[in-house]
């Protein structure tokens, strides 16, 4: 496969390097000095007033939605010692309106095309709705893999649990660094989500991981004595880190020290993590699913996180013209994992190919499409969509449970000082 994109040529008419074109434009000074291209998605859409006032409005939404889901998980956090099941149906809710508030506050600020392929093994489990959105049918147990192009990627792949039927919004856990877990009401949230936090010290991991996993492989019973596995999206970025030059730098040679091909592209991925994981959670989960990455704009060696900042998305009006996905599955069973060096050799084969996918990507503007029996009519094998909730008002979820307890208190508090007042 890698063999065969590698070699794919370019789309007819499409330069290698410039299919953004039309929004980058290199301005020719007197002299013949060039001034710096506008950004690949446009000039700014709002001044200086406009972006600050968006600046206040989307913190007032972002924390005060964050602080209205981390009181609804203290309000909860006696069921813990209640009922372990009810307490995480509970934890499961809160997960949910997390990700109904970064999809909104992405509708709303930085409004996104997300352009969908994949091949073969998936492609019947995407489609198209009746009124615009792709939905998603992958099953509710898989590991998830990326490469990490910027920080926001885990926000459009939280979007795709949402997207999902059913909707594994509320069963994501993601794998993050140790240091994220002492942000003020985030972190603590994250660590009530049961997120794994990381010290990349594999002494100290590894029990943390092995703790964490085995309560994502406990199995549940009904109240009819069925057990069962709960839902779970495990979503893992082998590269560690997200594409920069810093990074990239010490990817290679990190290549050069084990002797293996670099990628031109990605990151070299650190197989140990994921090793442990799937086996961690042998017979329990049954495909990877793997997800390539492109924003568009992002050219030939450079990096997203240089051009897509959470100012100039979110602020500026300069998101992303599309978010490009290219999905693959892989069946657990199908990978050695007898010992981790065969492991490590697979994964690295696994991102040589995105390293072809994104070649590809830069070469032409798209990834491959779907195949041709799944392809729906007028689309020519990509599914396109927003990133939007599925109704306008579903935000109000986010703040649901914190409205109701704050009705519940103004009512009894009325009676108690009319109690009060009687005697």
Known sequence: MATELRNRAPTKGVNATSHNQDATVNLSGAGGASKPELHPSGKEQHGRAIQILRGVLFAVYFLGGCTAIHLTQLIGLPLYWVNRDVYDAYMTLTKQSFGILITTMTHWWSPTIIRISGDASVAEQIRKTKDGRVELMFPERLI?????????????????????????????????????????????????????????????????????????????????????????????????????????????????????????HLLLPRSTGMYFCLSELGGTVDYVYDCTVAYEGVGRGQFGEDIFTLASMYFRGQPPKSVNFYWRRFRVDDIPLKNPEDFDLWLRERWYEKDALLEQYISTGRFPPSPAEAVTKGHEGFLETEVRTRYRLEFVKVFLVLGIVGLFGNIMSKMWYRFIGIF
């Open 144 to 264: 998830m893999i990326a490469n990490h192009q910027i920080y926001t990627d885990w926000l459009y792949l939280w979007w795709v649990g949402y997207a999902n039927t059913p909707g594994m919004h509320g069963h994501i856990y993601i794998i993050l660094k140790e240091s994220l877990k002492y942000i003020p009401v985030l972190g603590p949230g994250m660590m009530l989500y049961g997120f794994i936090f990381m010290s990349r010290k594999m002494a100290v991991d590894q029990p943390r991981m092995a703790h964490r996993l085995g309560k994502l492989k406990a199995f549940s019973t009904t109240p009819a004595g069925t057990k069962y596995l709960n839902p779970m999206w495990l979503l893992l970025f082998p590269e560690g880190t997200n594409a920069s030059d810093n990074g990239k730098v010490k990817s290679t040679k990190w290549a050069e020290k084990i002797g293996v091909k670099d990628t031109d």
